[in-house]
């Protein structure tokens, strides 16, 4: 018969792009960073895991549950983010579904300032949303239809907020449009009643309540005695980000998304605001300990802080470690949206004994990979903007036995015989807060010793040879 | 989620709730990846080549590769010339595919970008190596729809690549080659239709053919150029051929229609192979252009079929049916359904097309002439319908889920993009078996329903 392993397979060669050297980080033994080349737009003709501006404002904006979401555009856009992220909503279920104005040819010549008006009118009539958000697509900049003004309109004729997002696609990258999101959530800001928020209250920025995470936290902080005046935008509503300038401190987490609107925040409200993260007991910990020593004034919330998460570490504990003994060695390709959360997931990874062999990320920046250079072993690789072949290719390099990604990585990764674990929008188990690392960590176990693995080629290659597919010798 | 949807139907003018369609590049990228060692190439923003990636990786759990463009500001004001020429070289350079198939978005068409210009100066500076080809096809996101997308990529194809090589007809009709022009099926389907040629012995090209590409078998390697896919010498080989069986008005006719002009290929013009009826003529097609017999495996194959149909009919009688969906399937699902003595009640589809309504109308005219047929239409108004009067039985894309759910319908997921469930990536729905297929899944989804809804004295062990 006629067989072959796994090492007897060429790897997967990739020439890199000039241009892409200068994005690609090998991190050596010595203490000194290598400067990243990041936050370029991606080269054109690359196979880019990146998205548009467009994008960056939809999931920012998409789980503000009781508005209306109205793309003006061509129906893709529409189409394409049609209840595509998980974010919960514990109310409201209208941000589901998908509002577009459909622009045609004749729009595209005339204008569709007539239809988006008409659009809104009939949507507003129809739903009673308490606000209207109206994202513009690529043409829309380039037709000229003055979406500002209609809105402006729109918000006279209904006594609604109407907000325009200045989201067309090719003006920027997906950062660019995180920051139209947060300008748009600004205009909503200050108009609501204060009178009635206390002095120990938060807002928690950048939390979009994928599987219900944003529950979770919100229950840890009520159990401390802080207020969470809003969460942007997971469960978001309408009214609470109008009063959400009342609140004391700002959490922010997923630092890409929203550290531009807590800069507003600062900047006109004074309100100061912390980087945290949710992921592993960490970081998890640090984000309460962090809202405690910011409420000093009154030290039992420390007390609090301090018993929960004695208690929930004491609850996870010893299945955590059960776990860890049987992933301990194991190693990790991470590459996701923004570097924040990896610098999360390579900790929770060392938590559960295993290494973050190649790291990456769609948008970090030059800070985000110095840190990322100085939390990783030796011999990691570290990429920005990384294609699927590079990916591939560092996945076999490494030898890596998980990877943590979004729906385009996940059939890679099993092509090649590998673990998967979805840390983005499409996760189905909340992986935010103490319960969310037990979660993680069954996630990770299930994918990583499913038997399915061993009967893959780059497995089975130690221990039985395999007779070689059809499709192998093409 | 749909309780904003109500019984009662006011006219909409200047917008669409929960579309049945989306836009035009998806289907030219789907088309593309039918040709052997392609690279889809996308001239627009990045995040259109994002959504379409995702989008077909969703539907097929399957790595999906294209480029994009990458426009910015600059691109839009002064032209996405300077972006295609470093892309074509990028993408030759690094990636090395043996064909490029460009297609444009919204954006690159309302900046008039010219692209057979920008392939002409690529050539011209040879950007593009010796040997290898870029074809192009116009998919501007506000025209039509995904399934205008996938026509104008195929048509792209035969503009580009079909020729006459000058042979003698004497030499033509010895090589007896028959074009198969599949339409937007799922690569189960397209494998089924293969196989269903080969066991009829002809001989054929098929383009696109995305088996083998998108529904790969795991070996551990990931291939970003995988083995299937119709070669460029084989789409070449289409205008000698003696006949071009094409499966779908809105998917396949237009480029059946260009070959036709172009290389003097004449064409059968038919509908997708789906149920008795219409498999019959694909079966008659590929006898009488092919000249060969029926094999008494298709012949057994049929009779299966038709056992089935009639073991089942008093299952199906007079059962209505909401279907909505993609023109070409639709039509022939159709037409099956009728065959299988149901009552098509709203038969819907996203595209705009005026053949869609004539063509139902026609199929259902003795059956069920009180159906609504509609073009151009959305989820938001089937379920108004719905609301009106409901029906037995719902069949359409993972989208219908939510109307499904809602009103407590018997549902049958069919057509694109199906989301949430793992069937359509193997399992064809195209020929006699697919025909059993696709009734196993129609009695499944009503005789389920009965048994989790009847009261105890009505369940029954014996259907």
Same mark, same amino acid.
């Given at each position: ?15 890199? /792009? ?23 737009? &991606? ?21 503000? +549950? ?23 909503? &514990? ?22 300032? #007539? ?14 949303? #308490? ?115 009342? +609140?004391?401190?700002? /959490? ?9 609107? +807590? ?13 945290? &993260? ?9 984000? /309460? ?40 060695? #194991? #190693? ?56 699927? /072949? ?56 299930? &994918? ?27 | ?30 088309? %593309? ?40 500001? =600059? ?57 290898? !080809? ?25 503009? !580009? *690549? ?34 269903? %040629? ?5 001989? !054929? ?69 789906? =149920? @008795? ?13 092919? =000249? ?12 299966? @079929? ?15 049916? %909401? ?13 099956? *359904? ?7 009640? !709203? ?23 009180? %159906? ?92």
């Amino acid at each position: 018969m006629n067989s072959v392993t796994a090492r007897d397979l060429p790897p997967v060669l990739i020439e890199l /792009l000039p241009e892409r050297e200068k994005q690609i980080i090998r991190r050596g033994g010595g203490s000194a960073a290598t400067a990243m080349a990041c936050g370029k737009a &991606s080269t054109a003709g690359a196979v880019s895991q990146r998205a548009c501006v467009f994008c960056g404002s939809r999931v920012v904006l998409y789980p503000v +549950a009781d508005a209306l979401h109205l793309v003006h555009g061509p129906i893709g856009c529409a189409a394409y983010t049609w209840d595509i992220r998980g974010s919960v909503s &514990s109310g409201p279920q209208l941000y589901r579904n998908s509002f577009s104005t459909d622009l045609q040819e004749m729009d595209v010549i005339y204008g569709g300032e #007539k239809k988006l008006e008409a659009a809104l009118l009939e949507l507003i009539a129809h739903y009673h949303p #308490k606000a209207a958000f109206v994202y513009s697509t690529c043409i829309v900049g380039i037709i000229g239809d003055d979406v500002s003004a209609i809105c402006k309109r729109v918000q006279e004729k209904t006594g609604i907020p109407v907000l325009g997002v200045h989201s067309e696609g090719f003006k920027g990258t997906k950062k660019d449009g995180y920051k139209a999101a947060c300008d748009a959530l600004y205009k909503l800001m200050g108009t609501g009643d204060t009178s009635d928020i206390g002095p120990h209250s938060i807002n928690i920025l950048g939390e979009f309540n994928l599987a219900g995470e944003a529950h979770i936290i919100r229950d840890y902080y009520k159990r401390l005695g802080i207020e969470v005046v809003s969460t942007l935008t997971g469960d978001g509503r309408v009214d609470d980000i109008r009063r959400a300038h009342g +609140a004391r401190l700002n /959490l922010v987490q997923c630092s890409g998304s929203m550290t531009s609107l +807590a800069k507003m925040m600062e900047r006109d409200h004074g309100i100061p605001y912390k980087r945290v &993260s949710y992921f592993g007991i960490e970081d998890m910990s640090a984000a /309460l300990y962090e809202a405690a020593k910011f409420f000093s004034d009154d030290p039992t919330i420390m007390d609090r802080a301090q018993n929960l998460v004695r208690e929930e570490v004491a609850r996870i504990y010893p299945e955590l470690m059960r776990y860890k003994e049987k992933l301990i060695g #194991k #190693k990790a390709c991470v590459y996701v949206g923004g570097a924040f959360k990896a610098f999360s997931l390579i900790r929770i990874l060392r938590l559960l004994g295993m290494e973050t062999a190649v790291v990456g990320s769609q948008t970090g920046d030059q800070e985000d990979y110095q840190q990322l250079q100085e939390i990783t072993d030796p011999g990691t690789i570290i990429v920005d903007d990384a294609n699927p /072949l590079e990916l591939a290719n560092f996945c076999l390099e490494k030898d890596v036995d998980l990877f943590i990604g979004g729906v385009k990585e996940r059939p890679i990764a099993y092509k090649l015989g590998i673990g998967f674990c979805d840390h983005n929008h499409e996760r189905k188990e909340p992986l935010a807060g103490y319960v969310g690392m037990l979660n993680f960590a069954k996630e990770v176990y299930a &994918s990583v010793a499913s038997p399915v693995w061993q009967f893959a080629p780059r497995r089975a290659r130690r221990a039985v040879a395999m007779p070689v597919p059809a499709s192998a010798n093409s | 989620m749909l309780d904003g949807t109500t019984a009662e139907i006011k006219p909409r003018e200047a917008l669409r709730i929960n579309p049945a369609k989306t836009c035009q590049p998806i289907g030219a990228m789907y088309a %593309a990846l039918g040709i052997n060692g392609c690279m889809p190439h996308s001239h627009g923003s990045q995040g259109c080549c994002a959504y379409h990636r995702s989008h077909l990786t969703r539907h097929f759990k399957e790595p999906v590769v294209a480029t994009s463009s990458s426009f910015t500001e =600059g691109a839009s004001v002064f032209g996405g010339l300077a972006n295609m020429t470093q892309a074509l070289t990028n993408i030759f350079t690094i990636y090395n595919p043996k064909i490029v198939a460009i297609h444009t978005t919204c954006l690159s068409e309302v900046i008039g970008d010219d692209i057979p210009m920008m392939i002409k100066k690529a050539i011209e500076e040879k950007i593009i190596p010796e040997g290898k !080809y870029v074809i192009h096809a116009n998919t501007p996101s506000f025209i039509g729809s995904h399934v205008t997308g996938f026509a104008n990529m195929v048509t792209g194809m035969v503009k !580009y *690549l079909s020729e006459s090589s000058g042979k003698t007809e004497a030499q033509l009709k010895e090589d007896a080659q028959l074009n198969i022009l599949p339409g937007w099926l799922d690569p189960a389907d397209m494998r089924e239709i293969k196989r269903i %040629a080969n066991a009829m012995g002809v001989k !054929y090209v098929m383009f696109p053919d995305t088996s083998g590409v998108l529904d790969l078998p795991q070996d551990g390697r990931y291939r970003m150029f995988p083995h299937g896919g119709a070669t460029v010498e084989q789409i070449k080989s289409s205008g000698d051929s003696i006949g071009t069986i094409a499966l779908g008005h809105f998917t396949s006719h237009p480029a059946a229609e260009k070959l036709d002009e172009k290389c003097k290929v004449p064409a059968a013009l038919l509908e997708m192979p789906f =149920g @008795l009826t219409n498999t019959d003529r694909f079966i008659h097609a590929l006898r009488t252009h092919g =000249g060969v017999d029926v094999p008494g495996s298709i012949g057994e194959e049929r009779g299966r @079929l038709l056992d089935a149909m009639g073991d089942m009919h008093q299952y199906f009688h007079g059962k209505t049916v %909401a279907l909505v969906g993609d023109p070409d399937q639709v039509i022939a699902l159709t037409q099956f *359904l009728t065959e299988l003595d149901m009552k098509p009640a !709203y038969v819907f589809t996203g595209s705009p097309g005026k053949h869609f309504e004539e063509r139902v109308k026609e199929i259902l005219k003795d059956q069920s002439p009180d %159906a609504v047929v509609k073009q151009n239409a959305d989820m938001f108004e089937l379920h108004q319908l719905i609301k009106n009067k409901s029906v037995d039985l719902l069949i359409g894309n993972t989208y219908c889920k939510y109307i499904a759910h809602v009103e407590q319908i018997p549902y049958v997921r069919f057509g694109f993009p199906i989301l949430d469930r793992m069937g359509h990536r193997y399992f064809p729905s195209v020929g006699y078996t697919g025909g059993l297929r696709l009734m196993e899944r129609i009695s499944d989804a009503l005789l389920d329903h009965k048994d989790r809804t009847c009261p105890e004295e009505r369940f029954e062990l014996i259907q």
